[in-house]
């Protein structure tokens, strides 16, 4: 372990990839976050250069849950070529530092809608029903990956030729994943 100090005023001891060459801490671009073997993440050392330190395997998704090892810190890894590596409600998911762990699945908009992130990726959650929680572009729906959970979500595909309807001469507005009545369905049907 080597103790590294950091230009935002605190030090750490963390493990640091060696190069098998040189037995010198492996240098990257500050600017690049790519080039580190796995289990290992870019951590920018100074202003110009960053180096390979270890890392634990963090979920990619902000929202989403690691789990972790019965009486351990550490997160479960698994291979996502093995079928059913992680238990239950958990799927196999590659980390920031290229190693695979066990996550809970992100919350995701249904089809042809894109979830409201804030700060830190972090899904805008919302309750069905209330107004203005919702900006005004996006509407409050079901997580096709948690259905107990309601995020904004906004419209990504566009009409081409809507329908208009003949009473109104008004385009009918629907999202993915809103639930129609079904007699207008059939009407709808019936007028193609």
């Not at 963390?14 to 990257?28: A, H, T």
């Not at 600017?31 to 250069?49: D, L, N, R, V, W």
């Not at 990619?60 to 590596?85: I, Q, V």
């Not at 990504?156 to 007699?183: E, H, W």
């Amino acid at each position: 372990m080597l103790e590294l100090t950091f230009s935002i005023e605190y030090s750490v001891n963390i493990g640091v990839y060696l190069n098998p060459l040189s037995k010198q801490p492996q240098l990257r671009d500050s600017k690049q976050k790519h080039g580190c073997p796995i289990a290992f993440e870019c951590i920018k050392s100074t202003e110009y250069a960053s180096i390979c330190c270890k890392t634990q395997p963090v979920c990619p998704s902000a929202e989403s849950l690691a789990l972790f090892k019965a009486h351990a810190s550490e997160p479960r890894r698994c291979s996502s070529k093995e079928l059913g590596a992680c238990p239950g409600d958990y799927t196999c998911q590659q980390a920031k530092n290229m190693e695979s762990t066990c996550c809970t699945p992100p919350l995701e908009c249904p089809f042809g809608m894109r979830a409201l992130r804030e700060q830190f990726g972090h899904p805008h959650i919302c309750s069905f029903g209330v107004e203005g929680i919702c900006p005004m572009d996006h509407i409050c729906t079901r997580s096709t990956s948690n259905p107990s959970r309601f995020l904004c979500c906004r419209p990504q595909l566009r009409c081409v030729a809507p329908f208009v309807d003949a009473s109104t001469q008004k385009t009918l507005q629907c999202y993915p994943g809103k639930l129609m009545n079904t007699a207008f369905f059939f009407r709808l049907l019936s007028l193609s």
